[in-house]
């Protein structure tokens, strides 16, 4: 069966990239703010472009409450629809809130044009980047825990199906006999999960007795490539959503001293509750750490909303207790933005060292400013993670230090 998430429908090749051409749809709530929907629409606008959809326009709307039938009012709805009828290149709408099934097939009905929300095209990204057998089978099942609600939209084209007197009919049977092939399929791949699962710990438990610290944060922080740099790897790290799903593990030698580095997968708000129960278990490599790095894009203008945002998760996954590093990463982005040419350099540092007061006063732990790419303060980076490595192997393994 179809998952619906194909949106490979309807592309154009431009410089030998294939994409489609979307227009996105954001509600301003109650406890929101202009600025921030802006900002959830540059991150749905980034998550297309991964998925390889470019944005031509952008439709905001104020309400206190969503429209049961639309989510958005009639007037939003007919002003889109004219848009969409006036550009023939446009193939879906893209809503940073999830949608019902009802109100998905309202809006097709409207738009006349593949309807996708936030959720969805998350999972579409999920499963382009998928590469182990692990991710595919954590991608499926949250498709299908997702699609499962929303079976009676696809049977719209059967007249006879809201039931009640003269209304029984074949569409009830269709739908009914997909939502138990549905159902079957999400229990073979929980059982095939399982069987990963107890695979991937047997795998945890033969690391003998060797620190842990895993690299978490937000999606697009610089992760995969501060990996590379620490552990002298070649994870694939690319300047995209969601481009590390699988948890990547390597060996670390600092100074004579090994401990294991862990790349998971990263954060990011609104992520379908399906797909963290799915990853759950890939996920269960930052639980099992001794060591974590929150790597932040400093120069992201919503930083601190994504640093709660990874709290959060790690909150839900009960992996607050663990000791943590912040690490600030992309420096040199901050520095490009925020830093005018003209600005004396003794201000520069001035600003620099207020910043790093102000960021490690917001965190209990430890809190350090890098660039993974330009290479800034990498050096200091490895001389606090070795102190902090060394001083976990005294607590834990202490004849262990005696082989250094």
Do not use: C
Not at 50 to 71: S, W, Y
Not at 91 to 116: G, R
Not at 187 to 206: A, E, F
Not at 330 to 342: M, N
């Amino acid at each position: 069966m179809s998952s619906g998430w194909n949106i490979g429908e309807k592309q154009r090749t431009v410089n030998s990239r294939e994409y489609e051409y979307a227009v996105l749809v954001g509600v301003i709530k109650r406890d929101q703010t202009e600025e921030q929907l802006t900002e959830y629409l540059d991150e749905l606008e980034f998550l297309a472009l991964t998925a390889g959809a470019k944005t031509v326009k952008r439709f905001v709307q104020k309400r206190e409450h969503p429209n049961k039938t639309t989510l958005i009012g009639k007037g939003k709805v007919e002003e889109i629809a004219e848009y969409i009828a006036s550009h023939e290149d446009i193939s879906m709408v893209l809503f940073d809130d999830d949608l019902s099934a009802m109100q998905t097939n309202n809006l097709e009905e409207k738009f006349a044009v593949k309807i996708i929300d936030r959720s969805s095209l998350i999972l579409d990204i999920f499963a382009r980047r998928a590469q182990t057998a692990q991710a595919k089978t954590q991608v499926e099942l949250a498709q299908l825990q997702y699609l499962l609600p929303r079976l009676r939209g696809l049977w719209t084209h059967l007249e006879r199906q809201r039931g009640g007197i003269g209304m029984r009919g074949p569409g009830e049977k269709e739908i009914e006999t997909d939502r138990r092939i549905v159902r079957d399929k999400i229990s073979k791949l929980k059982d095939r999960l399982d069987k990963i699962d107890r695979q991937s710990q047997t795998r945890r438990k033969n690391r003998g007795a060797q620190i842990r610290v895993g690299l978490v944060g937000y999606t697009n922080a610089g992760k995969s490539t501060l990996m590379n740099l620490l552990s002298k790897s070649d994870v694939f790290a690319e300047d995209k959503l969601f481009a590390t799903l699988d948890t990547t593990t390597r060996k670390v030698v600092l100074d004579r001293m090994p401990f294991l580095l862990s790349d998971t997968v990263g954060f990011i708000r609104k992520l379908p509750h399906h797909l963290v129960e799915s990853f759950k278990s890939t996920l269960d490599e930052v639980k099992e750490s001794d060591l974590l790095l929150h790597v932040v894009d400093l120069s992201h203008p919503q930083y601190q909303d994504h640093v709660d945002t990874v709290n959060r998760t790690l909150k839900n996954l009960g992996a607050t207790d663990i000791e943590t590093i912040m690490v600030y990463n992309k420096l040199d982005s901050y520095r490009e933005r925020y830093f005018d040419a003209l600005i004396p350099a003794e201000d520069k540092e001035q600003i620099m060292g207020e910043l790093n007061q102000k960021l490690g006063e917001a965190h209990d732990g430890e809190t350090i400013l890098i660039s993974a790419k330009a290479g800034d303060n990498i050096t200091e980076l490895r001389s606090l993670l070795k102190a902090k490595v060394s001083e976990l192997y005294m607590k834990r393994y202490p004849y262990m230090t005696k082989q250094w």
